[in-house]
């Protein structure tokens, strides 16, 4: 299958925020400004957008053509070759709207507000922004990221440490079993 991979790195910066398209209030100026120095703070100024995305319409029309018994070899032929033509068509349609990285980036940063302007208010955007700015909220800012993938790797040990020692013992005695299933077997076929 034909797969339409584009992987978008935006590393969006205070200028990026100034080509955003919102309706331009001085309130929503100062929120945006907020949700911007939040972000650099935080390192979430930093996105990284990966989209694997396919356009491949031949399946469904050749499903389509095959529920037809009364079409020739040779229509079905020309019908596949427009299928594929159709299908370059559309896949040409999708590249070019993802190879627009400004509509991408401008796309990415209104939905980042969006998400940022449901989530916290203007005042929690001040505090947050003061918090991050003391050391404490430094060093959460770095440790924060990588937390999920700590908190990952050490339950996994755990869990794999803890169900070693649970099933060990039982894993040997089910193998002395075994071993003892085919002894038996052994002896009873010599006469």
Do not use: W
Request: net charge neutral; with cysteine; hydrophobic share 40%.
């Amino acid at each position: 299958m034909h797969k339409i991979t584009t992987t978008l790195f935006v590393f969006l910066i205070a200028a990026v925020c100034g080509v955003s398209t919102f309706a331009q209030s001085p309130t929503l100026e100062n929120k945006q400004s907020l949700v911007l120095q939040f972000r650099k703070l935080t390192g979430a100024d930093k996105v990284n957008l990966t989209l694997n995305v396919s356009t491949d319409i031949r399946d469904d029309f050749k499903s389509l053509l095959a529920e037809e018994k009364d079409l020739t070899d040779t229509q079905k032929q020309e019908l596949t070759k427009s299928i594929d033509e159709a299908n370059d068509r559309i896949d040409k349609i999708a590249k070019s709207f993802f190879a627009d990285e400004q509509a991408m980036t401008k796309l990415s940063e209104e939905i980042i507000f969006q998400l940022y302007d449901k989530t916290f208010t203007e005042n929690e955007l001040k505090e947050l922004i003061a918090f991050y700015r003391t050391p404490t909220g430094q060093k959460a800012a770095v440790f924060l990221p990588s937390l999920s993938k700590q908190v990952e790797e050490s339950f996994r040990q755990t869990v794999i440490a803890q169900l070693q020692a649970l099933v060990t013992s039982k894993i040997e005695a089910e193998q002395a079993q075994f071993r003892q299933t085919l002894k038996d077997l052994k002896n009873k076929k010599q006469p």
